[in-house]
């Protein structure tokens, strides 16, 4: 089962991108979706997720009012759709998919999930 995430780039700050996460083998409609990113030296963090049949969505405080996360069922495909991106909003994003619903939740995201992408490189600099 695979994910594969793409989108990422080099942007200035204050730009945007839009990430896909797509799936050829199983239906994404059907499982929890999250998105990871993991910086330099740091922990992966958990970013935004949304649940089976989209009932719950989640975002890092960090992130709140600049990303959304969406789906397109008709592509088998997530978003996360990045505004007014920041220095700190760099690194690998990872998509992530698990069919328990509760691993997103309003207070957060599972770091468990059971499938994971390769990940796609975001940088923001002018």
């Known amino acids: 089962l695979a994910l594969v995430e793409s989108g990422g780039g080099l942007v200035q700050p204050g730009g945007s991108l839009r990430l896909s996460c797509a799936a050829s083998?199983?239906?994404?409609?059907?499982?929890?979706i999250g998105w990871f990113r993991q910086a330099p030296g740091k922990e992966r963090e958990g970013v935004s997720c949304i649940s089976v049949s989209d009932k719950t969505t989640y975002y890092l405080d960090s992130v709140k009012g600049r990303f959304t996360i969406t789906r397109d069922n008709a592509k088998n495909t997530v978003y996360l759709q990045m505004n007014s991106l920041k220095p700190e909003d760099e690194g690998t994003y990872y998509c992530?998919?698990?069919?328990?619903?509760?691993?997103?939740?309003?207070?957060?995201?599972?770091?468990?999930?059971?499938?994971w992408g390769h990940g796609t490189l975001v940088t923001v600099s002018s």
């Open positions: 992530a998919a698990d069919t328990d619903e509760a691993s997103c939740r309003e207070v957060g995201l599972s770091d468990a999930m059971d499938f």
């Open positions: 083998e199983f239906i994404l409609d059907y499982y929890t």
